[in-house]
């Protein structure tokens, strides 16, 4: 079956991808060998996070009217983890991006994590394979950069985009470091609002060397994403950053960082909480209990 699936995905066919994506998340038999099976791919990530309503859905369907011209396919992967059911992600970004659905070129998948509060769905790494075996020219990922899950994108993409909106004119300096790290691009958008100067112009001093030596070259762009607004020069500064993102020390980088989620996540997958406490209690009733041999022994 999954190697009909994978076929099928390779020929560019969009029904057999979001079945072989259902596979992959529901852990349906076979699964495993699907993904195992999956072709080396050159295909890039673009990451596009930050706070929820920053304007990254808008962002996005601009970005794709950009790049569709040009004839390419293009994948967007949205996840919001503030949506646990996944409607309102759902719903918002289908109006937003609502051009798009039914271009035969673009392909547009909503994912919600479950369970988990905020950080990346589950199956994230798993899913941007498969879209990378459908031979995509372009990957888009937006994810809701809330707690830890803004780093995580950083360990998914390629070349990381961080929107921002122009707050009061000191809100730069709250920022969370974590945003500043990961950033290869800053988008400043709804750069309409009135203090988006003062934002722009404070975002790029403490972007200055001075600040940090690793910083100083990291572009700072505004947007009026809802206007389409300064999407050229998001758009060409990205295509310039995938061009360099080829096959340097940070490949090796991204892929050790996805297989240690992935190690971690195998790991994992056999110990229930549940059992565990079982197994204790009865090795504690038997006396002279010590966390660390109970583990050393499992
Ligand atoms: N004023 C203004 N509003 C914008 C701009 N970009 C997006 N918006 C609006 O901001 C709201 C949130 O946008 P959305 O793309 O869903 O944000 P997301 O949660 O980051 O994906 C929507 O109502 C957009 O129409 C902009 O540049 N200026
Ligand atoms: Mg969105």
Known sequence: MWQELLKQIQQGDTKALARSISLVENEKPGYETLLQSLPASTTKIIGITGPPGAGKSTLVDALIGLL??????????????????????????????????????????????????????????????????????????????????????????????????PEAGDEVQTMKAGLMEIADVFVVNKADRPDADIFVRNLR???????????????????????????????????????KAQLNDKTFWLLAEKAYYLIEQKRMKDVSKAELKKEIEVCFKKGSFNLYKFIADK
């Open 205 to 243: 001093s403490m972007l200055a060397p001075s600040f940090s030596k690793t910083y100083n070259e990291v572009p700072v762009i505004k947007t009026v994403a809802s206007q389409k607004e300064g999407i050229s020069e998001l758009s060409a500064i990205i295509l310039d950053l995938l061009q």
């Open 68 to 165: 569709i011209n040009t004839g390419k396919k293009i994948a967007v992967l949205c996840v919001d983890p503030s949506s646990p059911f996944n409607h309102g992600a759902v719903l918002g970004d289908r109006i937003r991006m609502s051009d798009w659905y039914t271009h035969p070129n673009v392909y547009i998948r909503s994912l919600a994590t479950r369970g988990s509060m905020g950080g990346l769905h589950p199956k994230i790494i798993e899913i941007t394979d498969l879209l990378k075996a459908f031979q995509f020219d372009h990957i888009i990922i937006e994810t809701v950069g809330v707690g830890q899950s803004e780093v995580e994108i950083a360990g998914l993409a390629d070349v990381t985009v961080v929107v921002v909106v």
